[in-house]
């Protein structure tokens, strides 16, 4: 039986650095320019795609990693860099894992590649599951797919929102409505490839925060894709719902849909990114502390600060420790019997909200102007308690995961 260990392996640990260095030179020096701009940051995307980390394999080699660690590894060096240009990097893996979680063989290697293009040509891809009045409550969701038999092809209506790279993606991956009697259950993935007719950017958010990143509505109308198309197959889709319909008779047990596998594979991720975030904004906060000096001293000599930076860091290592665990339990096929996944989630979307804020105190004045980058550091931490389920989300399904009730 292995030994029992935290430590990274040798190949781990050359990734590691090779991701840290690239977010150091390249990420950084680029973070405040892109922020301002609120534009995809391409030029930084492309240099992504030279090296090799903008690319279906990489992101596979991630995702294989025996250990699970390769993914939430990643992501937190590369969000370590800046929140905004990382999700610009990586926001195509959501869509590529909704076809990991759903498709063939034959659509992951079809579509996928896709989603990457290639180091000249770099494109990006779109998951579209949020709507204006179906967030968190996917059973709301009024985006309609209608089966055309006879020239076998789906019809596609509704408008998406709080899309990553929508309206500029290569390939989006919709997720709608195919049997609205039986609420989330009744819901499928579609593959919309590069210009179909119908489907158009909508409107482009002015955020808060993770400004680089591209976030819009996307709107469908009348779009037309084969059927193909639909992630899975019809004849899959035919017996999940058949199943979905006996057991709502009987009174109905869950049955996972598209957009929530999605969601499941991706959480320790994104608990990886705030973690990286959080790591970074304690970092600036920690050197600031041993250089400014106030009443003859460092101001790191203040308890005051000290047990703030004390803190900090045993959040940050306790959150990556609940990602790492998740990260390896989706792996190694471990049930989240606790729901482990949405907990990794939640600790670390609020440790990074709580700690960029802490740092932005530790920095005073200076760190509540542009010229230190903690501000932004907490203006993008505050996403990671919203997206890919709020926090509020995430206790819910932690409540009825630990108690087995549909509490509401």
């Not at 405040?32 to 992504?48: C, F, G, K, M, N």
């Not at 680089?212 to 779009?223: F, M, R, Y």
Request: glycine share 10%; charged share 25%.
């Amino acid at each position: 039986m292995a030994e029992f260990t935290l430590e990274l392996n040798d190949d781990q640990k050359q990734v590691k650095e090779w991701l840290h260095g690239f977010a150091a030179d390249v990420i950084r020096p680029a973070a405040a320019e892109w922020d301002e701009r609120e534009e995809t940051p391409w030029p930084v995307i492309q240099e992504a795609a030279k090296v090799g980390i903008y690319s279906l394999d990489f992101y596979a080699q991630q995702f294989f990693d025996p250990t699970g660690l390769g993914i939430p590894m990643a992501m937190e060096e590369l969000f370590w860099g800046d929140a905004g240009i990382a999700l610009s990097i990586v926001g195509t893996g959501l869509a590529a894992v909704g076809v990991l979680a759903n498709g063939t063989e034959e659509q992951i290697g079809t579509w996928i590649p896709q989603m990457y293009g290639d180091a000249d040509d770099v494109k990006v891809a779109a998951f579209c599951s949020s709507e204006p009045d179906a967030g968190s409550d996917v059973a709301s969701m009024r985006t309609r797919a209608v089966y055309d038999e006879a020239k076998d092809e789906w019809v596609l209506n509704g408008t998406k929102t709080w899309a990553t790279n929508g309206g500029i993606a290569n390939v989006h991956v919709v997720v709608a409505v195919v049997d609205p009697d039986i609420g989330s259950k009744g819901h499928a993935s579609f593959i919309v490839p590069p210009s179909t007719p119908g489907l158009s950017q909508g409107q482009k958010f002015k955020k808060h925060g993770i400004r680089a990143s591209h976030t819009a509505e996307v709107v469908l109308e009348d779009v037309r894709v084969p059927g193909h198309c639909l992630l899975g197959g019809k004849e899959k889709l035919d017996e999940r719902l058949a199943r979905a319909r006996e057991r709502a008779k009987a009174g109905g047990e869950r049955v996972k849909n598209a957009a929530m596998a999605t969601f499941e594979a991706s959480r320790p991720a994104v608990g990886a990114m705030a973690v990286g975030t959080a790591r970074a904004a304690y970092e600036v906060a920690l050197d600031y502390a041993k250089t400014r000096s106030q009443f003859g001293r460092p101001i790191i000599d203040n308890q005051g600060i000290a047990f703030q930076l004390a803190d900090m860091r045993t959040r940050i290592d306790a959150a990556r420790l609940l990602v790492w665990r998740a990260s390896w339990m989706a792996t190694t096929g471990k049930p989240f019997t606790s729901a482990e996944g949405s907990m990794s989630k939640l600790y670390a979307s609020e440790t990074a909200r709580d700690v960029t804020a802490q740092a932005i105190q530790i920095l005073g004045g200076n760190g509540f102007t542009r010229e230190y980058p903690v501000e932004r550091m907490h203006r993008d931490a505050a996403i990671y308690t919203i997206f890919e389920g709020t926090s509020e989300i995430q206790r819910l399904v932690i409540a009825r995961t630990l108690s087995g009730m549909p509490i509401r």
